[in-house]
């Protein structure tokens, strides 16, 4: 389990090395986090990159100078959009060729089948809410895409979301993420937006298996 623990430092101590990023960069910070939010959101193989802790800890580093807190949240808003609209699109380009026979062993068709219902049914919610849930917003517009969803109708849902999940975590971060007890705390503070972000999918998987 060693391998792990660089990633875990990284989001426990996710100011530190934010800091230690602008200091040495500067501007070019800019870029870092407009890439780790790309790729969080628009690669599936990369769900594990900080996404909700990422957003508040550089609006606290914006509060604390250097960056310019209203081009961060449009950048990253930015960023979150183009991500999961990228993601979007691989899986609606990777499906008829994953689909194409029917005896792959880990991909069916059924299941296909099934995530095309499941967006038909629960599409627009389950676009919104999976903004705020960790690994979840990584697979959930590749199996839009997969499910072969409405492209406006994703566009439109997903637009809202990005926007209301990066603004809302970079505005938290610039007004209270240099508070004295969350500086001191900031570790249990990371590690609190994570639990709480689970906490959405969570009620909805409970709300599914009741039924």
Not at 4 to 10: G, K, N, V
Not at 13 to 40: A, R, S
Not at 76 to 84: C, M, N, P, S, V
Request: proline content about 4%.
């Amino acid at each position: 389990m060693e391998f792990l623990h660089p990633f875990i430092d990284l989001f426990i101590h996710l100011d530190d090395h934010l800091e230690q990023i602008f200091q040495q960069y500067g501007t070019l910070t800019y870029v870092i986090v407009f890439l780790i939010i790309f790729c969080e959101t628009g690669l599936v193989f990369t769900p594990f990159l900080p996404g909700d802790s990422l957003l508040f800890a550089i609006g606290a580093l914006c509060h604390a100078g250097g960056l310019d807190v209203k081009i961060v949240a449009a950048l990253l808003t930015f960023a979150a959009i183009a991500g999961d609209n990228s993601n979007y699109w691989i899986g609606r380009m990777l499906a008829p060729r994953i689909f194409r026979h029917d005896n792959i062993k880990f991909f069916k068709y059924e299941y296909l089948e099934r995530t095309k219902k499941f967006f038909n049914k629960y599409g627009v919610k389950a676009i919104i809410l999976a903004r705020f849930a960790p690994i979840i917003r990584t697979f959930t517009p590749f199996l839009a895409g997969m499910g072969a969803m409405r492209y406006r109708k994703f566009f439109v849902f997903d637009v809202i979301g990005g926007i209301v999940w990066v603004n809302s975590f970079v505005w938290l971060g610039y007004y209270f993420g240099n508070l004295p007890y969350v500086e001191k705390n900031f570790s249990l503070v990371i590690l609190g937006i994570i639990v709480v972000s689970l906490i959405p999918a969570a009620l909805e998987f409970w709300k599914h298996r009741t039924k």
